[in-house]
């Protein structure tokens, strides 16, 4: 038997006044699908809808998008140009696994190498355990117009990807990407019996080294990491299951390979989730996470702080709506010179649904930022999508351009991916 999860949490608020500066283009459609969802049948099940969108840019601006689409069971990327345009002639399939669903893609570029593209996803390979699922890396050396032969950089029974909460009830997508200034590679990811593990490719992906356990299994497992790579650190971040009351950890490595022991960014009474992390050029870490009055099915709210030695932290504050007025949860953030941006899943009201990308951003490394807002064009009729799991990156930065993906389905009818794209005047 097979469950999954949506935390119910998450939309907008902030705590400066600092004026919105943002102009966002119109939507630009990915990639549209049907609206079935059925019954979980293993890999067996008719799906039929898209999902699941990821974003990087490239240094000319271009946005590469990756998404899933369920009825072909494969994750597929395009490369759109600052116009919108399409630069590939048709999408490229990466996964090209189309008896086994593929899911929640995560997608990043070399600084070294402008023409390489990576790329991670959960595979659900079922190979003798309980839950299936394999993490699989792919790159393109030439813009991503082809993509080399997928490489499984997991290859276990443990389910891979599974980020647990309860026996019961977990997100697929338990993974995380990240690329350092030197072209080292790492991806990490957690397993249904709570083992974070790391990987790291020192030769631009050709090779991986041995996997390296940063948390074993034991009675909290572990969930929802995430990567940063600052000049001479590498920062990852995660949480547990099976606690109400679970807190963030950041653990470093100078070497890439040993960790020491994690921190807590901020002990709270309730469930703290989904971290994303990032550094900026001056070696600030910047931590962006969603935290609940209670359990983890309760409203949750966006929550920012930042650290100069990845150990102690400013006070957290609130960037979205308090819990008490909406909801707010699953952050993406993303770090471009001085400036700091944080979206997440908004949840309108009382809606049990996301609908719509809030975000808030900081032009002064982090010290006071926007009021919240939802960002021009992300809603829909339908609720946003992400349906195996809501542990997405939406966001991309560089330069004065801001690239926000979505996805929504509306069931029993059609289904959508799409971007905006937002300068910054």
């Not at 593929?102 to 390489?116: E, F, G, K, N, Y």
């Not at 990490?188 to 974070?196: D, F, P, Q, R, V």
């Amino acid at each position: 038997m097979r469950v999954w999860l949506l935390v119910m949490a998450a939309a907008c608020s902030s705590s400066s006044t600092q004026r919105d500066r943002i102009t966002w283009s119109s939507p630009v459609e990915v990639a549209q699908g049907g609206g079935e969802r059925g019954p979980w049948q293993q890999n067996n099940s008719r799906y039929d809808y898209v999902d699941d969108p990821s974003v990087a840019i490239e240094r000319d601006g271009d946005a590469v998008v990756a998404w899933v689409d369920h009825r072909h069971k494969d994750v597929f990327w395009q490369v759109f140009d600052a116009g919108g345009r399409k630069r590939l002639a048709e999408p490229v399939n990466v996964s090209a696994s189309g008896s086994v669903f593929s899911w929640l893609p995560r997608v990043a570029l070399s600084p070294q190498q402008p023409a390489h593209i990576y790329i991670v996803w959960q595979e659900i390979i079922f190979s003798g355990g309980s839950h299936g699922g394999d993490i699989l890396f792919a790159r393109s050396l030439d813009g991503g117009k082809t993509r080399e032969a997928p490489h499984n950089l997991s290859s276990s029974i443990h389910g891979d990807g599974k980020g647990r909460i309860d026996e019961k009830r977990w997100h697929n997508g338990s993974l995380d990407l990240a690329v350092g200034d030197d072209g080292a590679i790492y991806v990490a990811w957690t397993s249904y019996e709570g083992e974070l593990k790391l990987r790291r490719s020192r030769d631009g992906g050709v090779s991986f080294e041995d996997a390296v356990v940063v948390v074993a299994a034991g009675s909290k497992p572990a969930r929802a990491p995430a990567l940063a790579i600052g000049r001479d650190t590498v920062y990852l971040a995660w949480t547990v299951g099976q606690d109400d009351g679970a807190d963030v950890r950041i653990a470093s490595s100078r070497d890439g390979h040993t960790f020491g022991e994690p921190v807590i960014v901020e002990s709270t009474p309730g469930y703290s989730d989904a971290p994303k992390l990032a550094v900026d050029a001056r070696g600030t870490l910047h931590v962006a996470y969603a935290d609940s009055g209670g359990d983890a099915f309760e409203r949750a709210e966006v929550r920012y702080t930042r650290s100069r030695d990845g150990k102690r932290f400013d006070p957290p504050r609130t960037l979205s709506q308090p819990r008490s007025q909406q909801g707010a949860s699953f952050p993406s953030l993303a770090v471009e010179a001085n400036r700091v941006f944080v979206s997440w899943e908004h949840y309108p009201d009382d809606e049990d649904i996301p609908r719509g990308i809030g975000i808030a951003y900081s032009l002064d490394g982090g010290a006071s930022f926007t009021r919240p807002a939802v960002v021009d064009g992300t809603t829909d009729r339908g609720g946003n999508g992400s349906l195996e799991g809501r542990l997405m990156r939406k966001l991309a930065v560089r330069d004065s351009t801001i690239v926000v993906v979505n996805s929504a389905i509306r069931h029993g009818e059609s289904s959508r991916a799409w971007f905006v794209r937002g300068t910054l005047r």
